[in-house]
C-alpha cells in the first residue's frame, strides 16, 4: 500500500485517480495551496476548503483512496493583506473539520515580511487546534529559506515531531532530519529531485523520519511519482521494509498525530461503491458502477 501525502486533486482527472489507485496508492494528503491565479475574494478561499472536505474526497473514495486534508494560507498569497486576515479567520473554523490533519502549506515562497508573519500565525493556529504543519519550502535559494524555516519553526515552540518540512533536496535533508522534523520530498519529471536522487538519499540516511511526494497539480507533475520512486528503491536493493516506512508508515503515522484518523482502519482497503453520490453528483457519465462486495 502506498500513500502520496502532497498531492492537489482538484487539479487532476479521474485518469489520475484510475491510475493512482491500479498503482497501489490508498491514500493521500491534499493540502491546500494557490491555483495557480490569486484569489480576488475571501470567499473563494471557503468555496475551496469545502471542495477539499466534500467533493475531492468524494471522488478519491470512488477509487479506493482515502482522502485527507490540510487547511492552510499558502505562502504566496499571504502576500495578499487584504485578504489573509479574512482567510485568518475562516481557518479558525476550517481546521477543526473532520478530515484535516494538519495546517499548510504554509512557510516561505519569497520570504517576504507577510509571508513570516502568517506562517507564524499559522503555526500558532496549528499549537491551538494541536495539529501537525506541513511546511513548503522555497524553490529558489533552497538552502537559505530552509534553514529560515527551520529556525522560525524551532523559536515557535512546536515541537519538532509534529512538523513535516517539504520540498527537500541533497542541500537540505541533513539539516531538517537534525532538528528532529520529518522531511518530505517532491518528486517532479526532469526537474528538482527525481527517483534516482531519492534513491540515492535513502540509501544514505535510511527511511526514518522521510517522505516521498509528486506534488502533483496544475503543473508539469506526475501523480504516480510515489509508486515510481518505490519501484526505484527496490531495484536499487532498499529492503522493502525501508520502502514501506518511507511510502506508508511514515505519512500515517506523521498525520495521525492530528487524532482526526484510526490507524488500524487505514490498513484496511477502502470499498468502492460508485452507486453513490455526492449532493447529487456522480463521477460516472453513465458506465456501469464498480461496487465492491466490502460496500454492499
Ligand atoms: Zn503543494
Known amino acids: 500500500m502506498l500513500f502520496d501525502p502532497h498531492i492537489h486533486m482538484t487539479s487532476r482527472t479521474t485518469d489520475d485517480y484510475q491510475a493512482?489507485?491500479?498503482?497501489?496508492?490508498?491514500?493521500?494528503?491534499?493540502?491546500?495551496?494557490?491555483?495557480g491565479q490569486p484569489r480576488t475574494h475571501v470567499g473563494s478561499f471557503e468555496d475551496y476548503f469545502l471542495s477539499l472536505l466534500g467533493w475531492e474526497r468524494f471522488r478519491a473514495a470512488q477509487f479506493g483512496i482515502r482522502h485527507l486534508c490540510t487547511m492552510g494560507l499558502n505562502p504566496k498569497e499571504a502576500n495578499n493583506a487584504r485578504l489573509a486576515d479574512g482567510v485568518m479567520e475562516l481557518l479558525r473554523l476550517y481546521v477543526e473539520k473532520d478530515g484535516v490533519v494538519a495546517v499548510g502549506e504554509i512557510g516561505y515562497d519569497?520570504?517576504?515580511?507577510?509571508?513570516?508573519?502568517?506562517?507564524?500565525?499559522?503555526?500558532?493556529?496549528?499549537?491551538?487546534?494541536g495539529?501537525?504543519?506541513?511546511?513548503?519550502?522555497?524553490?529558489?535559494?533552497?538552502?537559505?529559506?530552509?534553514?529560515?524555516?527551520?529556525?522560525?519553526?524551532?523559536?515557535?515552540?512546536?515541537?519538532?515531531?509534529?512538523t513535516l518540512v517539504d520540498h527537500n533536496n541533497e542541500e537540505t535533508l541533513k539539516s531538517v532530519l537534525d532538528s528532529g522534523c520529518w522531511a518530505g520530498h517532491s518528486i517532479y519529471p526532469n526537474t528538482k529531485m527525481d527517483e534516482q536522487r531519492m534513491v540515492t538519499l535513502v540509501q544514505?540516511?535510511?527511511?526514518?523520519?522521510?517522505?516521498v511526494n509528486s506534488a502533483a497539480d496544475w503543473g508539469v507533475s506526475d501523480p504516480l511519482k510515489v509508486p515510481k520512486t518505490a519501484e526505484a528503491m527496490k531495484a536499487a536493493g532498499i529492503d522493502a521494509a525501508t520502502v514501506d516506512t518511507i511510502c506508508w508508515k511514515n505519512p500515517v503515522n506523521f498525520f495521525a498525530q492530528s487524532g482526526r484518523f484510526d490507524v488500524k482502519e487505514f490498513g484496511v482497503d477502502l470499498p468502492v461503491d460508485q452507486r453513490q453520490l455526492f449532493?447529487?453528483?456522480s463521477v460516472l457519465r453513465g458506465q456501469a458502477p464498480r461496487t465492491d462486495a466490502a460496500a454492499q
Open 110 to 129: 519569497d520570504v517576504t515580511a507577510h509571508e513570516e508573519k502568517y506562517f507564524m500565525a499559522q503555526i500558532e493556529l496549528a499549537k491551538d487546534a
Open 279 to 281: 449532493q447529487g453528483n
Open 204 to 211: 544514505q540516511y535510511g527511511g526514518e523520519r522521510i517522505l
Open 20 to 35: 493512482m489507485a491500479a498503482a497501489g496508492i490508498r491514500a493521500i494528503v491534499e493540502p491546500a495551496f494557490w491555483l
Open 131 to 162: 495539529l501537525p504543519i506541513l511546511i513548503h519550502t522555497p524553490h529558489r535559494d533552497k538552502k537559505r529559506g530552509t534553514e529560515r524555516t527551520l529556525a522560525v519553526v524551532k523559536e515557535s515552540g512546536i515541537a519538532p515531531e509534529l
